[in-house]
Nanobody, 123 residues
Framework: VQLQASGGGLVQAGGSLRLSCAASGLSFSNYVMGWFRRAPGKEREFVASISRAGASKYYTDSVKGRFTISRDNADDTVSLQMNSLKPEDTAVYYC?????????????????WGQGTLVTVSS
């Protein structure tokens, strides 16, 4: 199984980035997909997740209204559109796949992880 995240970079506060995660080696539509992040000196935290068919989406409070998670089960990809970025969004962002159903806000629920992509938001 491979989860390949991309799309990170340097952006000014208030700007936007779109992260993508391409999955291979798994039956993608059978997995809940999530995004997590780890900021410098902090623990990894849940950002967003999306149900297997894409009907249900969950977000941590700090990104609600700014980030949107989506998935394309035909292309085996999950994306995270990030708008109105803030310096506190600076982190390495990871995509992950979970076989279990549900919101899956805990990292322990996920079976597979991507390598991470760095997002840096300057003030």
């Amino acid at each position: 199984v491979q989860l390949q995240a991309s799309g990170g970079g340097l952006v000014q506060a208030g700007g936007s980035l779109r992260l993508s995660c391409a999955a291979s080696g798994l039956s993608f539509s059978n997995y809940v997909m999530g995004w997590f992040r780890r900021a410098p000196g902090k623990e990894r935290e849940f950002v967003a997740s999306i149900s297997r068919a894409g009907a249900s989406k969950y977000y941590t409070d700090s990104v609600k209204g700014r980030f949107t998670i989506s998935r394309d089960n035909a292309d085996d990809t999950v994306s995270l559109q990030m708008n109105s970025l803030k310096p506190e969004d600076t982190a390495v962002y990871y995509c992950a796949a979970a076989r279990s159903v549900g919101p899956q806000t805990l990292a322990s629920a996920y079976d597979y992880w991507g390598q991470g992509t760095l997002v840096t938001v300057s003030s």
